[in-house]
């Protein structure tokens, strides 16, 4: 997000900040994501469906990121641009079901396994 918003705002100049951003982000992602699958092991049922869908948003974001700084790097910047664009979207889209999943069906507040005593 915060590289689309140089990217709207910063013009020329800010051109290398949002690729640095989109960088950070990708690499933000790896962790994220680990801690994702780790949650997603302990669903079952409608849960286990909604964090597939959620997953398969969360990923495909994080290819539309990596298209944006491919783009980026090799100064294709308007195409950078269009595909955070798109990234910023599904993973927003994406990031919503991750909060229903949290908040709403109360996934965050349930214990693992081990805490269960099982």
Not at 28 to 46: Q, S
Not at 71 to 79: E, G, N, S, V, Y
Not at 93 to 115: K, W, Y
């Amino acid at each position: 997000m915060g590289a689309s918003l140089l990217d709207l705002a910063g013009g020329k100049p800010s051109r290398r900040g949002a690729t640095l951003l989109v960088s950070a982000g990708l690499l933000a992602a790896i962790p994220t994501a680990l801690a994702g699958a780790a949650d997603w092991t302990e669903t079952e049922g409608t849960d286990y469906r909604i964090g597939a869908v959620h997953s398969l948003g969360t990923d495909a974001a994080v290819f539309l990121f990596l298209g944006s700084l491919v783009a980026r790097l090799r100064d294709r910047h308007t195409l950078g641009v269009g595909l955070a664009a798109a990234g910023n979207a599904v993973a927003a889209s994406a990031g919503f079901l991750g909060g229903h999943l949290a908040l709403t069906r109360g996934i965050a507040g349930r214990a693992g396994p081990t805490e269960r005593g099982g």
